[in-house]
C-alpha cells in the first residue's frame, strides 16, 4: 500500500522535508464520511515542512484553497477562501508495552485507531510491524475541519429567510412583509383591544 500521506519517518532527512499536496480525495472522504456540508470546487492545496526532533516531529504548514458551504443565514452555496496557517508537533508514540491496558491487540483494531478521530489524538506518528510513519492525512483532515469558517455568510449584509414563509430576502421582499407579520404580536393585539373596552 503506497500511500502518500504516510510518511514513514525513516524517510525524513535530518535537515527536514518540505512536501505538497494537492490530493482531492483526501478531503472528500472526509467530507462524505463526516458529512460535511462544503463541497470542492477547485483544488486545496498544502504546504507543508516536517522537521525531526528529539522526541517526534514539528510539521508546519499552510492549507488553501476555495471551498463552498452554505450562508448561515440564507443556505445559498458560498465560496469561502481557505487560507490557514497550521503547526503541530507529533511526539513519538508510548512504547506498546505501557499501553497494553485497554488498548487494542489485534492488528484489524489496529486500522480503527488510525481513523482521525479515535481517542488516540495525542500523536499522529504511528507504529507498524516495529516502524513508525506520520499519518499525515489524519492531521491534515483535522486542519482542514479547524480551517472551515464557524458562520459563513453569503455577504455581511446577508437579509437570511423570511422567518414565516422561507423567501430569500435578499432576491427581495416577500408576500407577508407588508403586514404586521410577526404571529406572535396577533397576541398583544387583541390584548389591546380588550384592556381598551374594558
Ligand atoms: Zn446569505
Ligand atoms: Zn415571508
Not at 157 to 172: A, E, I, T
Request: charged share 25%; net charge negative.
Amino acid at each position: 500500500m503506497t500511500d502518500p500521506l504516510r510518511i514513514p519517518l525513516s524517510s525524513v532527512p535530518r535537515e527536514g522535508q518540505t512536501l505538497s499536496f494537492e490530493e482531492r480525495e483526501l478531503w472528500m472522504n472526509g467530507i462524505r464520511e463526516f458529512d460535511i456540508p462544503c463541497t470542492l470546487p477547485g483544488s486545496i492545496t498544502v504546504l507543508i515542512h516536517i522537521t525531526p526532533l528529539e522526541k517526534g516531529l514539528l510539521v508546519r504548514g499552510t492549507l488553501s484553497g476555495t471551498i463552498e458551504i452554505p450562508c448561515t443565514r440564507c443556505a445559498e452555496p458560498t465560496a469561502h477562501t481557505l487560507h490557514h496557517d497550521f503547526e503541530s508537533f507529533e511526539c513519538m508514540p508510548a512504547d506498546p508495552m505501557l499501553r497494553q491496558g485497554g488498548y487494542p491487540q489485534t492488528k484489524e483494531d489496529d486500522e480503527n485507531v488510525n481513523e482521525p478521530w479515535s481517542e488516540d489524538i495525542d500523536t499522529r506518528i504511528r507504529e507498524e510491524n516495529g516502524s513508525f510513519f506520520l499519518d499525515l492525512g489524519a492531521l491534515l483532515w483535522e486542519e482542514f475541519v479547524l480551517a472551515q469558517p464557524l458562520h459563513p455568510l453569503c455577504a455581511d449584509d446577508c437579509k437570511g429567510l423570511c422567518p414565516r414563509c422561507g423567501h430569500n430576502l435578499n432576491l427581495g421582499p416577500c408576500q407577508c412583509k407588508d403586514e404586521t407579520d410577526d404571529p406572535r404580536m396577533e397576541i398583544f393585539k387583541t390584548l389591546t383591544v380588550s384592556s381598551k373596552k374594558s
